[in-house]
């Protein structure tokens, strides 16, 4: 196992830096540990053993799957169900950024918004949607939706619910930046032209598509990539 020092942390765990030198690693790159949100977050667990513990016993789902290493990453809107309680959480953003737990009911454990990072055709002319949290899905080429739209996937049925396409009056949250956690609306999309050192011309420029998005408390400019669409 790798560890990784509390000093390096994410910003976006919600723990305190000052403490044990070292705090449980992620298997994802994107994510916070479930050891961190039982032990740290909820406190219904103190120690990694109890934790292994309940996933032995198959106390434990992620996006209603059960799962074998306390190390596992949930990343944002993944959902947690706790059986023996019948408690039911989603990842979420707090407005400060910061990864927070909002209580659900069982039936919305089902559901989840990802964003398409990447499209790619493959043989025999098939489309692969590639996601933000690692999963893929195969389409049917009249599906018609793009890089930067986001999905509603139902984990019972394996399938795409709705596409929720990046456009002017979306609703989307930020989940990178200095902005994360803001959610507003999305008043314009423009593209801003900024030096790129990878270009190796005098001068030259690359585009970078931007979101104008109203979060009632302020307007901010937010890069595509940073933002996430949902419903």
Not at 92 to 118: A, D, P, R, W, Y
Not at 142 to 151: E, G, R
Not at 178 to 201: A, M, R, W, Y
Not at 215 to 223: A, R
Request: hydrophobic residues 40%; proline residues 3%.
């Amino acid at each position: 196992m790798v560890h990784l020092k509390r000093q390096n942390m994410p910003k976006n765990w919600p723990i305190v830096k000052k403490g044990n030198v070292f705090v449980a690693n992620s298997l994802s790159r994107k994510g916070i540990p479930l050891l961190i949100i039982l032990r740290d977050l909820l406190k219904i667990a103190q120690t990694r053993k109890e934790v292994k513990k309940a996933i032995q016993k198959k106390h434990l789902l992620i996006n209603n799957k059960f799962f074998k290493d306390e190390k596992i990453g949930m990343t944002l809107f993944d959902t947690l169900s706790i059986l023996p309680s019948k408690t039911y959480y989603r990842l979420e953003f707090s407005e400060i950024g910061k990864f927070e737990l909002k209580q659900i009911k069982e039936e919305e454990t089902n559901k989840k918004i990802v964003k398409i990072i990447n499209k790619r055709i493959l043989p025999g002319k098939k489309i692969q949607l590639n996601l933000n949290d690692g999963r893929n899905f195969l389409i049917d080429p009249k599906f018609k939706c793009m890089v930067n739209d986001s999905l509603l996937i139902n984990f019972k049925d394996k399938k795409i619910e709705k596409c929720l396409p990046l456009k002017e009056n979306a609703n989307a949250i930020v989940f990178a930046g200095k902005h994360s956690g803001k959610v507003g609306q999305i008043e314009k999309i423009v593209s801003k032209c900024v030096s790129d050192p990878s270009l190796k011309t005098i001068n030259s420029k690359k585009e970078r598509k931007m979101a104008i998005i109203d979060s009632k408390k302020e307007k901010i400019n937010v890069l595509i990539k940073q933002i996430m669409v949902i419903e």
